[in-house]
């Protein structure tokens, strides 16, 4: 269920030009809406006080008074991810509590939103996988590099392309047994898409990180999605590449665990052949950070 600020975000481009100044108010600083009377809104908006009476009704509301209780109880929830976008004139202060808040509220939003039993099934695929191949696009190229970092600790041999033909080439030879994990938070990139048809062609399993119903999403065998409204046509894609590492850290996770105990082992066997490259820890005489033997 959406936040009640997601819901009217949702709806914004439904409203009418005079509805949109309204909800500009709102989004803005819904907690002074809340202290405010129709009479200050109405102002705010430069609109009339009958046109925000039918702005609540067009929400669902039974009118201001319960559309300032519902907006209440909507902040009381939690930081509402509609509510953090940065002002030309924010302090830096400000700018740097809303990309906070902003990413909290997100990661806290998907963490709600994810199907724990794709989860399951995207770790079922991954641990039998011959061969992964991890693919992204500008900011979600950075997850997928990521994803390369952990993963080809599990001795499973592992690609990573940001290059579309390099992604392409990849799919038209790989097989049954090879998995290809596709990240996108639009899922509209044409490129992407056609690297899941043609692996998909090739019979291989693809993992989509990426929009429920989108055309990447179509051409997938998994979805794994936490619904998260980010306009990345408008906005530099920040909390929607949170949510994707956080992701990364979950399937990477479960197949650790899928590995077992014995897995220990081959972890500490990366972290000795690194150990050379770094300084020594003062805090930790023996030098040893567990790095090794974190995912």
Known sequence: MLNFLDFIKAKYDSFSPKEKKIADVVLKEP?????????????????????????????????????????????????????????????????????????????????????????????????????????????????????????????????????????????????????????????????LVEVARYARNRRATVIGITSEGSPLAEECSLVLSAKIPEDTDMYIPMTSRLVQLALVDVLSTGLFLRKGPQFIANLKNVKEAIKESRYDNPENESGDDNEGSRL
């Open 31 to 191: 907690q002074k809406v809340i202290a405010a009377s129709i009479a200050q809104v109405a102002k705010n908006a430069a609109v009339s006080e009958p046109t925000v009476h039918r702005f609540c009704q067009k929400i669902n509301t039974d009118g201001f008074p319960d559309f300032k209780l519902k907006l209440a109880q909507s902040l009381a929830k939690g930081i509402p991810y509609v509510n953090n976008h940065v002002d030309v004139n924010d302090s830096t202060e400000n700018y740097t509590k809303k990309i906070f808040d902003s990413s909290i509220s997100v990661l806290n939003e998907a963490r709600k939103n994810v199907d724990i039993r794709v989860i399951q099934r995207c770790v079922d695929v991954l641990s039998c996988a011959r061969r992964i191949t991890f693919c992204g696009l500008g900011a979600s190229a950075t997850v997928a590099h990521d994803m390369l970092n952990k993963f080809f600790r599990f001795n499973i041999p592992c690609n990573y392309f940001e290059d579309p033909v390099m992604m392409l080439m990849s799919a038209s030879n790989c097989s049954l047994e090879d998995v290809f994990v596709l990240i996108s938070h639009t899922g509209r990139t044409k490129d």
